[in-house]
């Protein structure tokens, strides 16, 4: 067998395969499954989701992060769609572990804030409510920008041009992903 079809058997069958909103449920769906994956060969993680929360994604990241540390071969397959926190996930892996499967779409966008302010009592009291909000904004854009550019490292498209598209909520079809250098390879 050659090293394309020992890669193509490898991805696919998944041994950790992950489905719905990133959330606390899919995070300990992930430890369940990662408990029981084989501890010696490579990993190949495969995802389908519409998003979820990015904080759960970055520490599910820092899990394959700290794997990868201690020298354990991961590979991500995203399946159909990743969006949105998805990607953020799938930015914790190298560019040449990234791998998706024939028409999947990724999807990367800015995060977003639902927040309503309601200020009350002493003028002074009000200024550090407005100041802990504009810390959490300003916080969250510079996690986001750091995921940003683990998205982008590796591939031929630059930080300014993700940070441009991604109010918009960029839709990056499989074919375009290889084409601009975000995945490895299509399964």
Not at 16 to 24: N, P, S
Not at 57 to 64: E, F, Q, T, Y
Request: aromatic share 6%; with cysteine.
């Amino acid at each position: 067998m050659d090293t394309d079809q020992q890669k193509q058997s490898i991805l696919s069958s998944p041994q950790l395969r992950l489905i719905g909103g990133v959330d606390e449920a899919m995070y300990a769906e992930f430890r369940n499954q990662l408990g029981a994956a084989p501890t010696e060969g490579p990993l190949v993680l495969a995802l389908t989701t519409l998003g979820g929360d990015p904080e759960v994604a970055r520490a599910m990241g820092d899990d394959i992060r700290l794997l990868r540390d201690a020298g354990r071969d991961i590979c991500f397959l995203g399946k159909a769609a990743v969006y949105s926190a998805g990607a953020t996930f799938m930015a914790s892996f190298p560019v040449d572990k990234r791998y998706l499967t024939s028409g999947t779409r990724l999807m990367v966008h800015e995060r977003q804030i639902a927040k309503t302010i309601n200020l009350s009592g002493p003028l002074k009291s009000c200024i550090a409510q407005l100041k802990a909000t504009l810390h959490e904004i300003e916080h969250s854009i510079a996690i986001e920008e750091e995921g940003f550019q683990s998205f982008v490292e590796g591939s031929s498209v630059d930080f300014e041009t993700l940070r441009e598209k991604a109010p918009d909520n960029w839709y990056i079809p499989a074919e375009e992903a290889l084409d601009k250098g975000l995945i490895a390879g299509i399964i």
